[in-house]
Structures are given as C-alpha cells and as structure tokens.
C-alpha cells in the first residue's frame, strides 16, 4: 500500500510547515492553526500547489462555524507598560516638558507640553489600563513652570535692554 501524500502548508507571508499528511492538517484546521488562505504543497511534486479549500477533508473543517470559542487575552505592552503607548498626549507632554529645558525652544515647547499634559491626564482618568498618568504630570509641571521661566526671563531681558 503507497505511504499517503504528504503537504507542506504554506501561509500567506511564505511561511512553510510541514511535511504533514491529511491527518495531521485536517487536526490543525481542526484547531484553527490553517489560515483559509494556505496553500498546500505536494512534498513529492512541489509544483503541484492547490488551495486548503481543494482538499475536501479540510474544506469541510474550513467551511463549518466555528464549535469553540477561544478567550482573547490582552497582549502584554512593549517595554513592560512604562511607555504609555496608548496615550500618546502624555508621551508627547513628557518629552515636550524635558526639551523644554533648554534655551530660547523652551517656551516654544513648554506651552504644547502644559496643554498636551492635560489632555493627557483627562485620558489617563477615564481609562486607567491606557497608563501615562505620570508622563502627563511631568508634562504638566515642567511645561508650566518653564513656560514661567523661559517667559519671565524673556521679560526680564526685554525690560533690561530697552532701558525702564
């Protein structure tokens, strides 16, 4: 008796799996693990390339409505959740506040970072799981009180060069 066919299962971006004969392909459809997609590729014949939906054991699987629910859990945040991602008013206000520690862009940006600060707190209250609370306090107190400075001081030198 001839072994059975053996496929690899090609998914959409080129990524190959296998071999695996109809047995093992129809338990991963079975699993959800076949894109509707995939193609499948004869091991012996690699020019014989057909679609999942050509092979009526997997077509059948594909076809029906789905018997399980799968739960969707929440995928962890890049960098551990420090970089509020999620809120990108109180991450601009965070840097904004810090570049507003230098000269004569200080003003220019510590003005945005108050503002940005703000809205950025407002996001954070209203959903807690986006984070950047934090960020947004930093925006808040360093636009602030550096639009003071940068704003007293360019007072101070404008009142001192025209001669009050």
Known sequence: MP???TYMLRLGNGTEFGP???DLLEQWTRQGRVPRDGLLVNTADPSEVRSV?????LARV???PPTTRVPITA???PGGGLVPYQNPAALTAYYMGIFSLLPFIGIVLGIPAFVLGIIGWRNYRRKPEIRGGVHAWVGIIMGGL???LWG?????IF?????Y
């Open 53 to 57: 939906f050509n092979e009526p054991r």
């Open 146 to 148: 550096l639009t003071l």
């Open 3 to 5: 072994d059975s066919p």
């Open 152 to 156: 007293g001081l360019g007072i101070a």
């Open 62 to 64: 594909l076809g029906a």
């Open 159 to 163: 009142v001192a060069d025209s001669g």
């Open 20 to 22: 695996a004969d109809l």
């Open 75 to 77: 995928q962890p945040l």
